[in-house]
């Protein structure tokens, strides 16, 4: 099971940081990721984090946003930095090559 949380309204410039809980799975095995789905657009792959922690972003986000996990807490996060309107969506999260989607979070970010 994945629980997505965090997400709200914020203006541009501002930060967020999403939450997501894992339970169910070998979670310090896992490879884990955000996805994001904006209005109206497919669903696109924002950041990934191996179990080793070595991390990898989409273009438009790196710099911005820093994706982390907590073995501890089966918890992976993404702390979200210098928000722009173009971030808004649907955020994620996903252990890779399992194909169950969790309930997302929304983020808004007004100009």
């Known amino acids: 099971q994945l629980q997505a949380s965090g997400g709200g309204l914020v203006q541009a410039g501002g930060s967020l940081r999403l939450s997501c809980l894992v339970s169910?799975?070998?979670?310090?095995?896992?490879?884990m990721a955000w996805y994001r789905q904006p209005p109206g657009k497919q669903r696109e792959l924002v950041a990934g984090?191996?179990?080793?922690?070595?991390?990898n972003y989409v273009n438009s986000v790196k710099g911005r946003f820093t994706i982390s996990r907590d073995n501890a807490k089966n918890t992976v996060y993404l702390q979200m930095n210098s928000l722009k309107p173009e971030d808004t969506a649907v955020y994620y999260c996903k252990i890779m090559g399992m194909s169950y989607w969790g309930q997302g979070t929304q983020v808004t970010v007004s100009s």
């Open positions: 984090i191996g179990s080793g922690g070595n991390t």
């Open positions: 169910g799975s070998a979670f310090s095995y896992d490879v």
